[in-house]
């Protein structure tokens, strides 16, 4: 534009990974009756506090983050349990954009009409195909490998 005062420059893609598996990890105490119980006695926080943050996905975000490539973080968690995950995101400093509450179907189903998505990145190997050719599993021990598919 005349002036420089709009940039013409194309804005990245964005990347979506998924909360469970990658970035919350079931923690030693995770069960899936544990946590089920804590839904079912409206204990949503002590639900979320049965995963624990995998601190070296954190740093590939933050990775990703300096470079300018937008993140968003997908959750399939129930949304009375998902309800407290901004809180804890952002207690744990974790880089994004926005978080999107979703169910697997439903996001397999959109994220093909999506242009702005670069990749979705998960660590759930049932959802290896679920997601085409924009899906990506990574293994939650080797979260460097988001940036080897960007």
Not at 64 to 85: C, G, S
Not at 86 to 102: A, F, T
Request: charged letters at 25%; glycine letters at 4%; proline letters at 11%.
């Amino acid at each position: 534009m005349i002036g420089g005062d709009l940039d013409d420059a194309p804005v990245p893609a964005e990347v979506y990974v998924v909360w469970e598996e990658l970035l919350g990890i079931p923690g030693p105490r995770f069960t899936p009756k544990r946590f089920a119980n804590r839904q079912r006695w409206h204990r949503p926080r002590a639900a979320l506090d049965l995963f624990r943050t995998n601190d070296a996905a954190v740093q590939t975000l933050w990775d990703l983050w300096e470079e300018d490539r937008p993140v968003t973080v997908v959750t399939y968690l129930p949304r009375e349990v998902a309800a407290h995950l901004p809180e804890r995101l952002e207690r744990e400093s974790v880089p994004h954009r926005r978080l999107l509450v979703d169910q697997p179907l439903h996001m397999s189903r959109t994220i093909a009409l999506l242009d702005d998505v670069a990749r979705i990145v998960h660590s759930i190997p049932g959802h290896n195909l679920l997601y085409g050719p924009k899906g990506f599993l990574v293994p939650p021990q080797s979260p460097e490998l988001i940036r080897e598919v960007l």
